[in-house]
Nanobody, 118 residues
């Protein structure tokens, strides 16, 4: 599976962005997909994940603001980010797991930078 993430950019606090991650390969529909982020000087963290069946999971810090979704016909996973805060600033990565959403992610995209200004 090859992944390409895009949609990052600069947005003011309170604004919205939608990230997309296009996947190649025939295993997309059977893979759990996750969005991770890494801010400068911080560890990478799982922001949101979606199972092959569509069950979603979110970090507490983004619950109610971010929505992950997938379109298996387009081999694409999305992250809709609303009510953005400066602390959401990070490089966002999409990843795919052949196991569950909370297991190891084998495939990673290149990352897209999200900057939220105050």
């Amino acid at each position: 599976v090859q992944l390409q993430a895009f949609g990052g950019g600069l947005v003011q606090a309170g604004g919205s962005l939608r990230l997309s991650c296009a996947a190649s390969g025939r295993t997309f529909s059977s893979s759990a997909m996750g969005w991770f982020r890494q801010a400068p000087g911080k560890q990478r963290e799982l922001v949101a994940a979606i199972t092959s069946g569509g069950t979603t999971n979110y970090a507490d810090s983004v619950k109610g603001r971010f929505t992950i979704s997938r379109d298996n016909a387009k081999n694409t996973v999305y992250l809709q980010m609303n009510s953005l805060k400066p602390e959401d600033t990070a490089v966002y990565y999409c990843a795919a797991s052949s196991g569950g959403w909370n297991t190891r992610y084998e495939y990673w995209g290149q990352g897209t930078l999200v900057t939220v200004s105050s």
